[in-house]
């Protein structure tokens, strides 16, 4: 069922067993987006017992009981995007034990939904949620033990929001593998971030400085996206705890060298994105170094910097590589070993 665009001239109310009464007990999919809601029954979604996917997309609702889908056993993913939800996190009654109960949801998308703060109990009765979404909200930090019941959880996005940290152990009791933080407030403190976490998004926030303890305690690191900040200097070695690094994005920053042994401990590096650091002039002319004999980057992309000069050992440590980038640079001369 997909229900989309109708004007506030066409007001919709779901009652009581609303989809049953009308004939849909057997519908899977519910899809009512950019349409104007007047009121949703805590039983609306009653006897929907194949029901898997919701989709309330700005619908201009800014209440739901909290158990709306606690009957729906099946219901595995539900988007509430683009409504004004924060009361529902800022009263006290009924959402002090749990923001909605579905502990059959695998995937929750709350984003654009004006949330300033959330209570520490509100995913509490998700006890499968994979996946989260609370993007485009206008969050500062969140509660300590928001996450103590969801250890199924995987993926959260908190792009678009003002954090500058979070508390230290937030993400201790989950397996947490992918954290989308872009478009935030971070300067330095990561250390809410744990060892389980493989891929981490820190792009445009507010970085100036990496050293070499920003990322010490994450050991399964393999993607990091450092794009957009403005990041002047990257210390030696400062990815020397993330052995299992593959992809590393510093691109659209403000470098003015990168020095010979940031890279030392990440053999595995296979993606390396340094584009776009205008005051860029010169990459190591014996080649970044390694540990290991040589690194396993297939991609490499220094384009749109100030690069003058290239030696014949810039890219030795690198034979593995099939795309290069280096447009946009201030390039006079190959050296005719270059790419031996």
């Known amino acids: 069922?997909?229900?989309?665009?109708?004007?506030?001239?066409?007001?919709?109310v779901l009652g009581v067993d609303f989809f049953k009464k009308i004939g849909l007990a057997n519908v899977t999919s519910i899809k009512l987006a950019n349409s104007s809601v007047e009121y949703i029954s805590p039983s609306a979604f009653n006897g929907l017992n194949e029901l898997y996917s919701i989709n309330l997309t700005s619908i201009g609702i800014d209440l739901i009981h909290p158990d709306t889908f606690a009957s729906n056993t099946k219901l595995k993913i539900l988007t509430l995007s683009g409504n004004n939800l924060n009361v529902m996190q800022s009263l006290s009654s009924p959402y002090t034990d749990y923001m909605l109960k579905s502990p059959s949801i695998e995937e929750l998308d709350i984003s654009n939904c004006n949330m300033q703060e959330?209570?520490?109990?509100?995913?509490?009765?998700?006890?499968?949620?994979?996946?989260?979404n609370l993007a485009g909200n206008k969050l500062v930090t969140l509660p300590q033990g928001?996450?103590?019941?969801?250890?199924?959880?995987?993926?959260?996005?908190?792009?678009?929001?003002?954090?500058?940290?979070?508390?230290?152990?937030?993400?201790?009791?989950t397996s947490l593998g992918i954290l989308h933080l872009k478009y935030n407030e971070i300067v330095n403190n990561l250390e809410f971030v744990t060892k389980d976490v493989?891929?981490?998004?820190?792009?445009?926030?507010?970085?100036?400085?990496?050293?070499?303890?920003?990322?010490k305690a994450m050991d399964n690191l393999s993607f990091l996206l450092l794009k957009g900040n403005k990041i002047k200097r990257v210390t030696n070695a400062a990815f020397i705890a993330n052995k299992g690094l593959r992809n590393i994005d510093l691109s659209?920053?403000?470098l003015d060298q990168l020095n010979s042994l940031t890279f030392l401990k990440n053999s595995d590096l296979e993606v390396v994105r340094i584009n776009d650091n205008p005051r860029l002039k010169t990459l190591p002319s014996e080649g970044f170094e390694t540990n290991a004999k040589s690194f396993h980057v297939y991609l490499f992309d220094a384009s749109n910097c100030d690069i003058g000069n290239l030696a014949e050992n810039t890219f030795k440590t690198m034979p593995f590589i099939t795309r290069l980038y280096l447009s946009g640079n201030n390039i006079e001369k190959i050296p005719r070993n270059l790419f031996r």
């Open 1 to 12: 069922l997909q229900v989309i665009d109708i004007g506030p001239q066409y007001p919709i």
């Open 118 to 132: 959330f209570l520490p109990t509100a995913f509490s009765q998700m006890k499968n949620i994979i996946y989260i």
């Open 146 to 173: 928001l996450f103590d019941k969801t250890d199924t959880i995987e993926e959260l996005d908190l792009s678009y929001n003002k954090i500058d940290t979070l508390p230290k152990n937030i993400f201790n009791k």
């Open 198 to 215: 493989q891929k981490l998004d820190l792009s445009f926030n507010k970085m100036i400085e990496v050293n070499n303890k920003m990322f």
């Open 252 to 254: 659209f920053n403000d």
